[in-house]
């Protein structure tokens, strides 16, 4: 699902004109890269290896899952415009008796929360208002849940990110 996103995103900013003019890498360990959209030759994925080739021959690989979130900035008019696509951390991984849900978004804007289990049951739905530039955290009572893998889900009418956690046992 993710490689699919990145093409998509990849490709549309590519067909507007290079109207974004970098590519910004947000991992999972609060890093981030940048790289100009004019020396980015291709994109290619080789299993979860997500594989940026650049003109001057440089390959650089990150697996899927490291990468929390791209931004698409341009930067020619002298205002950034960001994709806004909220950053969702969930931890820990793998948890026991608590979550720790926490988003961040460039916009005031509303989502919905899912925790899901294997089965597809919703074990948990909640309406969650972002504002602008401000953390949303919040605590997940995860001791009545079973061991196991669960999927979490932020999602709005545009997109949905998916994250799955796993459940330890004590």
């Given at each position: 699902m993710k490689k699919i996103l990145?093409?998509?995103l990849f490709f549309l900013t590519l067909n507007?004109?290079?109207?974004?003019?970098?590519?910004?890498?947000?991992?999972?360990?609060?890093?981030s890269l940048e790289y100009n959209l004019s020396d980015i030759r291709k994109v290619t994925f080789d299993g979860d290896m997500f594989n940026l080739h650049l003109f001057d021959g440089s390959i650089y690989s990150w697996n899927v899952y490291t990468i929390d979130y791209l931004d698409f900035i341009n930067e020619t008019s002298?205002?950034?415009?960001?994709?806004?696509?909220?950053?969702?951390?969930i931890f820990p991984n793998p948890c026991q008796d608590e979550l720790w849900l926490s988003c961040k978004s460039l916009e005031n804007k509303s989502?919905?929360?899912?925790?899901?289990?294997?089965?597809?049951?919703i074990l948990l739905e909640e309406n969650i208002e972002l504002t602008q530039n401000n953390d949303f955290k919040e605590r997940i009572d995860f001791s009545s849940f079973q061991s196991g893998?669960?999927?979490?889900v932020l999602k709005n009418n545009k997109f949905s990110i998916s994250k799955t956690i796993t459940k330890k046992t004590n």
């Open positions: 990145f093409l998509f507007f004109d290079l109207s974004a003019q970098k590519m910004e890498f947000n991992f999972t360990d609060f890093t002298g205002i950034e415009n960001k994709l806004d696509i909220p950053k969702l951390n989502y919905t929360f899912l925790l899901i289990d294997l089965n597809g049951k893998n669960y999927k979490c």
